[in-house]
């Protein structure tokens, strides 16, 4: 996000807002997983291995100490790391980078043309979603009794489930989980754009893709890294 004359850090706040939010996305999955995490100033963990393709803790500031970090996981063959400011190196201890991806923010700006997503509010729903996105038992039904947590869904004319995201937090909303089985991810981003008009919104892409977000309105914000230990 380009920084704003006579507001010094709002790129930075920008960042550190969005890692906190996905933070916190990560403590509900594991929620409804049964895992208890821990948040404190430095970084949100669980000391068990958490789901699959979500980490086993999210830094929550720069500069945070590797070691101690990973003395609140189990840092085994398996763990995985949310590195959100790309400054903690852990090559040293049996990890790999997994993956370099970018932070986004869109500000509350009036929103892009679109049509709103369809809340999902069943368990069936949820099960087909679930399907479609590729998570299967990931998304358990407790999400959907969760104040913080929307699961959208996009159909077409038929009623087939064509794309679908998750919105998460009250603000900035985190956009995650975004999907499309047409190969038009553009349209899912306006879409999530359309559903709450006007409210910041956070997440992150791995770099090849980042357009169809740049496309409806969000900027990155900084470098983020995902380290696994292989």
């Known amino acids: 996000m380009t920084a ?117 509010t069943t368990p069936d729903d949820l099960a087909a979603w679930a399907a479609a996105h590729g998570g299967g038992e990931l998304f358990r039904p407790t999400l959907l009794a969760d104040p913080r947590v929307r699961v959208l869904a996009r159909h077409d004319d038929r009623g087939v489930l064509t794309g679908g995201a998750v919105l998460s937090g009250g603000g900035p909303y985190g956009v995650s989980n975004l999907f499309s089985r047409t190969d038009r991810a553009r349209d899912i981003w306006r879409a999530v754009c359309a559903t709450v008009p006007g409210a910041p919104l956070v997440g992150y892409e791995t770099i090849p893709d980042l357009a169809p977000a740049l496309a409806a309105g969000f900027t990155t914000t900084g470098p983020l890294r995902v380290w696994l230990h292989a």
């Open 4 to 120: 704003h004359p006579g507001l010094p850090g709002v790129h930075e706040d920008a960042r550190a807002a969005a890692a906190r939010n996905n933070a916190e996305w990560c403590d509900i999955v594991c929620g409804s997983h049964g895992l208890a995490g821990r948040t404190d100033a430095d970084a949100w963990s669980v000391p068990h291995r958490s789901p699959p393709w979500y980490p086993d803790a999210v830094t929550l500031r720069p500069g945070v100490d590797a070691e101690a970090l990973l003395a609140r996981i189990d840092a085994g063959p398996g763990a995985s790391v949310k590195d959100s400011f790309a400054d903690v190196d852990l090559s040293g201890y049996g990890f790999r980078v997994l993956f370099d991806a970018r932070w986004i923010h869109r500000s509350p700006v009036p929103p892009v043309a679109g049509e709103p997503l369809t809340p999902v």
